[in-house]
């Protein structure tokens, strides 16, 4: 063979290989909502991780809906290639308003998650449908500087209304460390939401305290979900007791 001949043929080689060669698989970015905090996501990102996901876990502040997606778009903002935004509960709202505007973002994952349409607040769709019964497990409001409240599951009602199929030793530590919630956050109407553009998918399971199933499943079908899986007896933190499950449609949604 000449040397030119060779060179044709490596040339083609390379250029057949790049042709096949899989795409960047995109970043996978998690929100985490009331009560809960960044280390509900450890069972999902190890999964992730193990599949060759980039993850990003944000400290979701939980103050307000328009300032928690404005920090939400600013990490979106700092990944180069493709997204796959995530929320659990109140974190649904959060990347239902964070999503908008980036190109990158390619679908939305809503985990026992509120997806809002545009002048809804998170406490309206929970009330919207019976069988919530987090007002009554909530401790006493703690008083905020500037006139507003934070809200906290008490710590002796947390595991019963949000983590039933969770271990108890590590729902002490969950209800030790949850991340309280403005009221204000709670009741914030939402913008026009992404979930009217882009690909959504849902899971959640059906003995959700915080959130009625019949409130998520009817967020799901008005989203026009790709897919909806329902956990038979989860609770609201499906991604902490079926973390398999959550990370399979995450990564069906990244594909």
Do not use: C
């Amino acid at each position: 063979m000449s040397k030119f001949a060779a060179t044709v043929a490596v040339a083609t080689s390379l250029l057949s290989g790049a042709a096949i060669a899989e795409p960047a698989k995109p970043t996978i970015v998690l929100v985490h909502g009331a009560f809960a905090d960044s280390s509900s996501w450890n069972g999902v990102i190890t999964s992730l991780q193990k599949d060759g996901y980039r993850t990003v876990a944000v400290a979701n502040p939980l103050r307000s809906v328009s300032n928690d997606a404005r920090l939400v778009s600013d990490v979106v903002a700092s990944i180069a290639g493709p997204v796959v935004l995530v929320g659990h509960s109140y974190g649904g709202q959060v990347i239902s308003n964070a999503a908008k505007g980036h190109e990158n973002v390619k679908s939305l994952v809503y985990v026992a998650a509120f997806a809002p349409d545009a002048g809804e607040a998170a406490a309206e769709l929970a009330g919207k449908f019976p069988g919530g019964t987090l007002g009554d497990a909530l401790a006493p409001p703690v008083k905020l500087a500037d006139g507003g409240v934070d809200l906290y599951i008490d710590q002796t009602k947390f595991r019963d209304q949000f983590a039933h199929d969770v271990p108890a030793e590590i729902t002490v530590l969950m209800a030790a460390g949850q991340r309280p919630i403005t009221e204000a956050a709670l009741t914030e109407k939402s913008g026009e939401p992404a979930w009217k553009s882009l690909p959504s998918y849902f899971v959640y399971g059906d003995g959700d305290k915080n959130i009625p199933a019949e409130a998520l499943g009817f967020m799901a079908e008005r989203a026009g979900s790709r897919r909806t899986v329902v956990v038979e007896g989860a609770s609201h933190v499906v991604m902490v007791s079926q973390p398999k499950v959550v990370a399979d449609l995450i990564e069906e949604a990244a594909k």
